[in-house]
Antibody, heavy 116, light 106 residues
């Protein structure tokens, strides 16, 4: 069965960095777009970034463009999100999702808290 | 950017009643790339409907989606107790991919 397991969240100071990881299993990872979405406490869902199956193309929400970088290692069935220059408004649960006409599978999420 | 506006913000209904949720796009969504998700408190969102009208695997047939262009609808034919949750629409037709702000069914 499809499984997506995120890790790497935590408490970081404004301006700091984090690297989130997502371990995927149960499907042909390299065949699928993958994405990150986030949800601030008590708020709605926000798409953050996506990457194509081969990893040759990426895109970002304006709110994170230039600060976050998505990448993948198809040999390791892993997805990553490098978060730099973090701000308080980046505090959220970050979800790894498989993008196949829709976000059809979601990880359980990893919490990022940006606070001094 | 395609802005998705969901209405109503809150829908107050009883079990057994019909729920009709609306998602209106600021411009036409090509190929009906509109999806619907359910989220219960403390849980991960769950895909209900993809490409406007296709039920995802394991989703009961009381959930249905319809619409095209700029107007999309999620209908729950008869509410079950487990259906009380927040529902989000999303479009994947144009980047940036966007979500609506959600409708709470209470």
């Amino acid at each position: 069965q499809v499984q997506l397991v995120e890790s790497g969240g935590g408490l970081v100071k404004p301006g700091g960095s984090l690297r989130l990881s997502c371990a995927a299993s149960g499907f042909a990872f390299s065949d699928y777009f993958m994405a990150w979405a986030r949800q601030a406490p008590g708020k709605g869902l926000e798409w953050v970034s996506y990457i194509t199956g081969p990893g040759t193309s990426t895109d970002y929400a304006d709110s994170v463009k230039g600060r976050f970088t998505i990448s993948r290692d198809n040999a390791k069935n892993s997805l990553y999100l490098q978060l730099n220059s973090l701000r308080a408004e980046d505090s959220a649960v970050y979800y790894c999702v498989r993008a196949n006409y829709a976000f059809d599978y979601w990880g359980q999420g990893t919490l990022v808290t940006v606070s001094s | 950017e395609i802005v998705l506006t969901q209405s109503p913000g809150t829908l107050s209904l009883s079990p057994g009643e019909r729920a009709t949720l609306s998602c209106r796009a600021s411009q036409s969504v090509s190929n009906n790339y509109v999806d619907w998700y359910q989220q219960k408190p403390g849980q991960t969102p769950r895909l209900l409907i993809y490409l406007a009208s296709n039920r995802a695997t394991g989703i009961p047939d009381r959930f249905s989606g319809s619409g095209s262009g700029t107007d999309f609808t999620l209908t729950i034919s008869r509410l079950e107790p487990e259906d009380f949750a927040v529902y989000y629409c999303q479009q994947l037709a144009n980047s940036p991919w966007t979500f609506g702000q959600g409708t709470q069914v209470e």
